[in-house]
Nanobody, 125 residues
Framework: VQLQASGGGLVQPGGSLRLSCAAS????????MSWFRQAPGKEREFVAA????????LYADSVKGRFTISRDNAKNTVYLQMNSLEPEDTAVYYC???????????????????WGQGTLVTVSS
């Protein structure tokens, strides 16, 4: 399984970005797809997860109402739409995938076997 994240960049506070993560995998729809982020000097933290297109996504409290995770199984791609960005959202964003992670473990980095390389998001004026 290979994951390729893209879409990061520099954005002003209050702005928006959409991250993409393309997966090279058979049976993409069987994978739970998630986004994590890691700011300098901090541990990797959960952002959002989605199991299937018709299931309710899970979000970290810090991004609820601002970020939206979605997936396109025909394109083997998961997205993270980020609105109302704040300087505190500055981090390297990673996508992660796993077929066996259970809901209670969605937010745990060590529950995922596959990771993308990360894309840097900088929120600054």
């Amino acid at each position: 399984v290979q994951l390729q994240a893209s879409g990061g960049g520099l954005v002003q506070p209050g702005g928006s970005l959409r991250l993409s993560c393309a997966a090279s995998v058979v049976s993409f729809r069987s994978y739970v797809m998630s986004w994590f982020r890691q700011a300098p000097g901090k541990e990797r933290e959960f952002v959002a997860a989605i199991k299937s297109s018709d299931s309710r996504p899970l979000y970290a409290d810090s991004v609820k109402g601002r970020f939206t995770i979605s997936r396109d199984n025909a394109k083997n791609t998961v997205y993270l739409q980020m609105n109302s960005l704040e300087p505190e959202d500055t981090a390297v964003y990673y996508c992660a995938a796993d077929r066996q992670v259970i809901v209670s473990s969605y937010s745990r980095p060590n529950a995922y076997d596959y990771w993308g390389q990360g894309t840097l998001v900088t929120v600054s004026s």
